[in-house]
Antibody, heavy 120, light 110 residues
Framework: EVQLVESGGGSEQPGRSLRLSCKASGFNFDEYVMHWVRQAPGKGLEWVSGISWNSGTIGYADSVKGRFTISRDNAKNSLYLQMTSLRPEDMALYYC?????????????WGRGTLVTVSS | QSVLTQPPSVSAAPGQKVTISCSGSTSNIGTNYVSWYQQLPGTAPKLLIYDNNKRPSGIPDRFSGSKSGTSATLGITGLQTGDEADFYCGTWDFSLNAWVFGGGTKLTVL
């Protein structure tokens, strides 16, 4: 069964950092693009970042560029999101999402999400 | 303000048909495939339609997608109460170099 399990969410103060992780199973993780997509409480979906299979192509939303860093470890079937300089508007449920072969392809498998709360 | 524009809500009776529109521009829908996602209450989104009109295995043919120019449409026939959900369109935007989504459409089956 294809599965994505996020972890690392929690409550943090503005300006602090947090690192999200996603453990993948049930598919050849090292063949596919992976993404982070977030959803603020009661709001719509917002793409955060995506990374190609070999980390050679990486993209970020303007809202997080320079503050968030996406990475992956194919040997561990894991995806990461290092979040720094957190802002209240970063508060959301963060989904780990499996893409296809290039960043512009859609998302086919979604994790259940990990909640990030940013508040003083 | 989302880059892609969807109606906030649509409604129809059980058994009826409904369509959800998604309007964009030449830098997104006009030049890339559109996908649609269904988010049932309290759950993660699920892929419903990819490459404008293809259904993943397990998605019933009551769901269909189409694209024309800079707009896309999701169609749902034979509505069931279990179809009540939020629906999102999405595609890559070549000007923004980012994935963009519509604001979401809430489907109510009366």
């Amino acid at each position: 069964e294809v599965q994505l399990v996020e972890s690392g969410g929690g409550s943090e103060q503005p300006g602090r950092s947090l690192r999200l992780s996603c453990k993948a199973s049930g598919f050849n993780f090292d063949e596919y693009v992976m993404h982070w997509v977030r959803q603020a409480p009661g709001k719509g979906l917002e793409w955060v970042s995506g990374i190609s299979w070999n980390s050679g192509t990486i993209g970020y939303a303007d809202s997080v560029k320079g503050r968030f860093t996406i990475s992956r470890d194919n040997a561990k079937n894991s995806l990461y999101l290092q979040m720094t300089s957190l802002r209240p508007e970063d508060m959301a449920l963060y989904y780990c999402v499996k893409g296809n072969y290039v960043l512009i392809d859609g998302f086919d498998i979604w994790g259940r999400g990990t909640l990030v709360t940013v508040s003083s | 303000q989302s880059v892609l524009t969807q109606p906030p809500s649509v409604s129809a009776a059980p058994g009826q048909k409904v369509t959800i529109s998604c309007s964009g521009s030449t830098s997104n829908i006009g030049t890339n495939y559109v996908s649609w996602y269904q988010q049932l209450p309290g759950t993660a989104p699920k892929l419903l339609i990819y490459d404008n009109n293809k259904r993943p295995s397990g998605i019933p043919d009551r769901f269909s997608g189409s694209k024309s120019g800079t707009s896309a449409t999701l169609g749902i026939t034979g509505l069931q109460t279990g179809d009540e959900a939020d629906f999102y369109c999405g595609t890559w935007d070549f000007s923004l170099n980012a994935w963009v989504f519509g604001g979401g459409t809430k489907l109510t089956v009366l």
